[in-house]
């Protein structure tokens, strides 16, 4: 597990940033956190790192949103999905495929999920900042995930 401070918004997309250079097609990254802790500003941050140039706006009224980029991108957000058989009907690892799929709030759900994904769970700090936590699972053990926190 790897935790880290980030002071500003700017600070959190810019780990997104670093942190797709990591990125490989079929990855999954599940984030954590309450309302309004900067999912969908790190969400943006990662997609900027692939090459999105089109605006990464919260997937949750609509569930998920599609961006092409260097990796296209899945953006999806399951706060208001009511059961794990909605979550399964968005079929969104079958879209995903060949991209990488970030699921906001996917935390809830970690076990319906591959094993093979990268948990990221942010909160606020006392500091107006916040505090990352990373937990890679499968092969985001074997990545240097280290190299792009700091």
């Known amino acids: 597990m790897i935790e880290l401070h980030c002071a500003t918004e700017a600070d959190t997309r810019a780990l997104g940033r670093r ?12 984030l954590g956190g309450g309302l309004g802790v900067g999912k969908t500003v790190f969400a943006s941050g990662v997609a900027e790192g692939l090459g999105v140039t089109d605006p990464v706006l ?9 961006y092409r980029g260097l990796v296209d991108v899945v ?19 079958a879209d995903a495929d060949d991209g990488l799929l970030i699921v906001e709030w996917g935390d809830a759900a970690e076990g319906h999920f591959p094993d093979d994904h990268l948990l990221i769970r ?4 006392d500091d107006d900042g916040r505090h990352v936590t990373m937990t890679p699972q499968g092969s985001w053990v074997s990545r240097p995930l280290e190299e792009v926190t700091g």
């Open 19 to 30: 942190l797709a250079s990591l990125v490989r097609p079929g990855d999954v990254i599940l």
């Open 58 to 66: 919260s997937p949750t009224f609509v569930l998920a949103r599609y």
């Open 75 to 93: 953006h999806a957000d399951i706060y208001r999905v009511g059961s794990i058989a909605e979550i399964e009907d968005l079929d969104l690892l």
């Open 122 to 125: 942010l909160r606020t700090t």
